[in-house]
């Protein structure tokens, strides 16, 4: 189901509740066309049916705080489950080790990055950074940063195009998976290359 004339038409019907709200909830990790929205809302701004300004501060606290509540529920209830005994205890407790291990290989960056750049991977690294319990006040800070660079990006995109914004939007949504290929192509490659390039051994000295 394409969710992104909707969500567009109830943006323009009730503005700034369903911006917020909708930023919120996408953020935590319903699948909304968020994208879409906020240029949509950039469209409006130009047209003067949204206040800029208004757009802006309630887009980013919304999504700084989906962020904040996907984050907490990791971390106090999905790392409780983790160490929950049972027979699927050590499948958990190997998924949470590879939570903490990217947590601490990409540290702030990686909540930076996936904030505005590699979106789709937002909600999931905010349960990852929760459960490895990557702590607070860093997750905090470069979620803010992330999340308002990548709100003011679209909107202002949306309001300086916006009679083509669904050409826009189009151009900007498969240029969004082709990141994401080349992001997750990078990874696995570094990954191959670090296994395989030859082991540097360290003679004895005499």
Known sequence: MNLRDPVLAALAISGYPVLFGVTTV?????????????????????????????????????????????????????????????????????????AEAASMKWGGTGVFFSRWLITPLGPWLNVTYGISEYPWHRFLLWSVLGEILWVVL???????????????????????WVIIGLFVSLALGWTLWTYLRPKKHVGRGA
Do not use: C, H, N
């Open 26 to 98: 996408s953020s935590v990790g319903v699948p909304f066309p968020m994208m879409f929205m906020l240029i949509g809302a950039g469209s409006l701004v130009a047209q003067g049916e949204m206040k800029l300004w208004w757009v802006l501060v309630l887009a980013s606290i919304g999504a700084i705080l989906g962020d904040q509540i996907g984050y907490g529920l990791a971390r106090w209830g999905g790392r409780r489950l983790a160490r929950k005994p049972g027979r699927m205890s050590k499948v958990r407790g190997a998924a949470l080790k590879k």
């Open 154 to 176: 679209y909107v202002l995109l949306g309001k300086i195009f916006s009679y083509q914004v669904l050409a826009l939007t189009e151009i900007l949504g498969d240029m969004a």
